[in-house]
RNA sequence: CGGGGUGUAGCAUAAUGGUAGUGUACGCGGUUUGGGACCGUGUGGCCCGGGUUCGAUUCCCGGCAUCCCGACCA
């Protein structure tokens, strides 16, 4: 991408309505567009960010076995009051509309509901079990207050599966190779250190759910956790007991504050029950199937991703879900025959296939170092006159700083990577 | 939903009971060119409604928006 061509434009003022590190990162450096307190729009870079981070949980989602789909936003109301959830007093983050013919419909804030509905239709003997499904869909909340930018918004990206099994068993494989598919995930977005599963409330199903907490400053969790033996415990359910249960010793736990980026739940039998989904048994016995839903927060990742790895030039991505792999940050462009040799650079580059956002504007270099500090891209690499002169040309990790000089040749060959 | 703060140009800000100044961004001309350079010039603005007043961007009331703290997050 020519970055004469993209259409955002850096901002060198930070926003005075955004307080959180990621929002003013994510709107300065062009990623996002504030639409209201909230809900934010995915400009290209942002766009990128956010297909890099989808496409991550989709290779491992599919590793599992479990097949994407998209559900609509449009729910309908009848379904929800099946299973007591329509009544705002229960769900407090609907948002509702009414058709013309006067139908109430609500908008999805969760897809349990409607998905295990429609898997009648698909499930009706043993033999059809188990089925996972998943989608990447956006999930419309009417929180009371917004806040923390991406971290909590009305409108945002989840990846949300379900499963549909015959038995606890089958049930309980599932979700541990689930539990395994997302710290896979985490560790490809460059967090899997800091990301631990948690336990949590269960709710009504189970005594402990699984959350997937990220070390964050700017999270809005509270978490106990062992480092060497990677057990984190919510605050919410923190107790000596919860403790003893798990083998740790309760001084020897760590409170840090965490992002929730993840979410895992077994329902057992009774939402199947609520909502009528039954299989035939071998034996003609209807049994309601064992469900479980799991869930990534795509969104709020990506502001958890800048809220951790940022310095005070801007942000940091981590490489597997930058928008692009390296910055061509050509300078003297406005001389023909530099601008030419430049240009080359970029076509060779793409015709290996590297992601390369080349800035070929004609401004001063230190616009452009720091708007390539600003976005975040691993590997800055400079094209100048004395670049074309020497042949060696500058490549600057963004995260280390650390810098070395690549002939052409090199390039291609550290870059297009195989 | 309770408490507090803030609404002036694309963005960030200043002053003011008599229609608004600056930075940045943008247009034009010129000097520059390895860390957000500079000179000249130009375009562009007081959240909405009501009240007080001869006159309101300014004061008062209401609304809306937005941020923060708390509550909430099955």
């Not at 003022?13 to 909230?38: F, Q, T």
């Not at 700017?218 to 480092?227: F, M, S, V």
């Not at 793409?350 to 616009?367: A, S």
């Not at 990790?397 to 550290?414: C, F, I, W």
């Amino acid at each position: 991408m020519r970055q004469s061509q993209l259409f955002t434009k850096t901002l060198k003022e930070v926003p005075s309505d955004e307080e959180a590190k990621n929002a003013i990162l994510l709107i300065r450096a062009g990623y996002i567009h504030k639409e209201m307190a909230g809900v934010y729009q995915l400009l290209p870079l942002g766009l990128r960010v956010v297909e890099k981070i989808k496409q991550i949980v989709r290779e491992e989602m599919n590793a599992i076995g479990t097949q994407e789909m998209i559900a609509t936003n449009l729910q309908r109301k009848e379904l929800w009051e099946r299973t007591g959830r329509w009544s705002d007093q229960v769900v407090d983050v609907w948002f509702k509309s009414t058709l013309k013919t006067g139908a109430e419909v609500g908008f999805a804030w969760s897809h349990e509901e409607p998905l295990a509905d429609m898997m009648k239709n698909h499930i009706s003997s043993y033999k059809d079990l188990p089925v996972y499904i998943y989608q990447f869909q956006n999930k419309l909340r009417n929180e009371l207050r917004a806040k923390s930018g991406m971290m909590r918004g009305r409108e945002f990206i989840m990846k949300d599966a379900y499963s549909f099994c015959r038995s606890e068993e089958d049930h309980t494989a599932y979700y541990e190779a689930c539990k395994e598919a997302y710290l896979r995930s985490f560790e490809r977005m460059g967090v899997g250190e800091d990301t631990y599963v948690t336990f949590a409330d269960g709710g009504a199903f189970t005594q402990y759910s699984h959350e997937f907490q990220t070390v964050c400053d700017a999270g809005e969790d509270l978490c106990y956790i062992n480092r060497e033996k990677k057990i984190a415990i919510n605050e919410e359910v923190f107790s000596a007991e919860a403790c003893k249960e798990l083998g740790v010793i309760p001084e020897e736990m760590e409170k840090v504050k965490t992002a929730e980026v993840g979410n895992i739940f077994n329902f057992g039998r009774q939402k199947a029950e609520d909502v009528g989904l039954f299989y035939d048994e071998e034996n003609g016995d209807k049994t309601a199937v064992w469900m479980g839903s799991y869930g990534i927060g795509i969104t709020r990742m990506m502001g958890v991703l800048v809220e951790k790895f940022a310095d005070e030039k801007g942000i940091v991505w981590p490489e597997s879900v930058s928008p692009y792999k390296v910055h061509l940050v050509g300078l003297q462009t406005d001389d023909a025959q530099i601008r030419d040799w430049v240009d080359g650079i970029y076509t060779a580059f793409q015709r290996r296939g590297v992601e390369v956002l080349y800035d070929d504007r004609y401004l001063r270099p230190g616009q452009k170092f720091a708007d390539a500090d600003l976005l975040g891209v691993p590997y800055r690499i400079v094209a100048s006159k004395k670049t074309k002169e020497e042949g060696r040309f500058e490549v600057v990790h963004r995260a280390s700083g650390d810098v070395q000089y690549l002939s052409e040749e090199e390039l291609y060959t550290t870059f297009a990577g195989t």
